[in-house]
């Protein structure tokens, strides 16, 4: 037996602001989408990595996540979401950078709050 992945799933209070940092600022493409119901959901999809994106106001008020991407083209992915959607940068990190834990990272921030880290070793 073997773990494949981890599939997060994040909850909006509106799900086109998820869409756009994950769409527009990480290029994420949309594979799945039901808008229609209690609670519209949408599955994006990058370079065999899934995120599950939920529309739930309660959910979403009580927890804005922090997650991590990992990439082998960190600058490469920075130039994409510079030239794509240079205000979901992070003002903490706006830029490519060696942290002191050696790993090179910038940050995205949406209007919601949910970070995101890029990283590569």
Sequence with gaps: MALLKLIPTIFYAD?????H?????????LRYEALSGAQP????????VEIYLA??????????????LATDDITGLFAEVQRA?????????????RKSWGL???ALLDK?????LVQQQ
């Design 41 to 48: 959901f949408c599955i994006l999809e990058k370079d065999g």
């Design 85 to 97: 959607a240079p205000e979901l940068l992070h003002p903490n990190g706006n830029r490519v950078m």
């Design 55 to 68: 529309q739930n106001a309660a959910l979403a008020a009580q927890d804005r996540p922090e997650i991590r």
């Design 104 to 106: 090179l990272e910038f």
């Design 112 to 116: 919601s709050g949910v970070c995101v």
């Design 15 to 19: 799900l086109a602001v998820g869409r």
């Design 21 to 29: 940092l994950f769409g527009q600022g990480l290029g994420f493409e």
